[in-house]
């Protein structure tokens, strides 16, 4: 979900050295499986840095999804302040360009104060009401 799933400090999975709290984890996990199974669309979050040029990097991460075609990738860089939502061809259809720019002005808003978590949070619940059930 968080950028990276390997060992962290001590043992700890990357997910847990993050910029989230167990509580918030919490939050983004309900969100994502609510995304899921509201659409049939698969969901996911990455939560890192993003090598230039940043939108190329997230098209690459999203064709490294399970099914790219189904699946909408939220990439967030807070240290390189970049927001990038890509859709796989099928989820195109369901989440135009539109839609996914007031989500991504949505969650730049809720960024800006402050609240990372909040703003995937409200991102995902408007993709997925976007897209509509399956």
């Known amino acids: 979900m968080t950028g990276g799933n390997g060992a962290g400090l001590k043992g700890q999975p990357d997910v847990l050295n993050g ?7 919490l939050r983004l996990d309900e969100a994502l499986r609510l995304a899921d199974s509201s659409t049939g669309l698969t969901f996911s979050i990455y939560v890192g840095e993003l090598a230039e040029p940043m939108r190329a990097s997230a098209e690459e991460l999203h064709g490294q999804l399970a099914d790219p075609p189904h699946s ?8 390189q302040r970049t927001l990038e939502i890509i859709t796989g061809g099928e989820a195109r259809r369901r989440l135009p360009d539109r839609a996914a720019k007031l989500a991504a002005l949505s969650m ?3 960024f800006g104060g402050g609240d990372l978590a909040g703003g995937l949070v409200a991102g995902l619940s408007q993709l997925a009401d976007h897209a509509g059930r399956h």
Do not use: D, E, G, M
Not at 19 to 25: A, E, G, K, V, Y
């Open 108 to 110: 730049a808003a809720a």
């Open 72 to 79: 909408v990738l939220i990439a967030v860089s807070p240290n």
């Open 19 to 25: 910029p989230f709290t167990t509580r918030q984890l």
